[in-house]
């Protein structure tokens, strides 16, 4: 069996599977809070904060990330469901340790700057009218809000135009703060990698 897991001191959990065979490394982190942890001012929010985390941290800008991505074929996005955030990414194998790097520093270092924010909440509100003029998948929408009644599992992912708008920088850091906490953070990869070698890498 290729599956092996580690659980640090914090609570970070680390799963891996070695793919001897495979040429390349997909990894991500995936944290334990999606839309049904929002409170009813914060709909939306952690779809915005997986727009905003690859906005630059404090030693990378946006496009250093996208540029040093690039120069090394590999590639990198994030998605948000109802109760998961994840942010990933896949490289060469022999690129793991820059993937290690970058996945890190935009975890714990992302700046969430102002102006980026405004920017983001702009482009949110866009694919929110397009989720709502793309019928098969605004039915989505309106069945989990009619299923789940006055549960936040109803709660569209994306948040509302309302929502979105109202949400502040101050607002994003307090629930990165609050849900992006080790016990809720699990480290999944997978391909040509050696799972003590990546466990050193994240030891606490």
């Not at 009218?129 to 569209?156: I, N, S």
Request: with cysteine; glycine share 8%; net charge negative.
């Amino acid at each position: 069996m290729n599956y092996r897991k580690t659980l640090f001191d914090n609570g970070i959990r680390l799963v891996t599977e070695r793919v001897a065979h495979a040429k390349s490394i997909s990894m991500g982190i995936w944290v334990d809070a999606g839309s049904r942890d929002e409170d009813e001012n914060g709909r939306g929010i952690f779809h915005l904060i997986e727009h905003m985390i690859f906005k630059g941290t404090k030693t990378r800008s946006a496009t250093q990330i996208a540029k040093d991505l690039d120069a090394i074929g590999g590639f990198s996005n994030a998605f948000t469901s109802k109760e998961q955030t994840c942010f990933y990414g896949r490289v060469l194998d022999r690129h793991l340790p820059f993937l290690i790097d970058l996945l890190s520093d935009i975890f714990i270092n992302s700046v969430f700057a102002e102006k980026d924010l405004e920017l983001e909440k702009s482009v949110v509100l866009q694919e929110i009218h397009m989720m709502e003029d793309t019928p098969d998948e605004y039915v989505g929408v309106l069945f989990d809000e009619a299923f789940w009644v006055g549960d936040p599992l109803g709660r569209p992912i994306m948040g509302t135009k309302e929502s979105v708008t109202g949400i502040g920088r101050d607002d994003i850091l307090r629930y990165v703060s609050r849900f992006y906490s080790p016990e809720r953070v699990a480290i999944a990869a997978a391909g040509n990698l050696d799972h003590d070698l990546l466990a050193a890498s994240f030891k606490p």
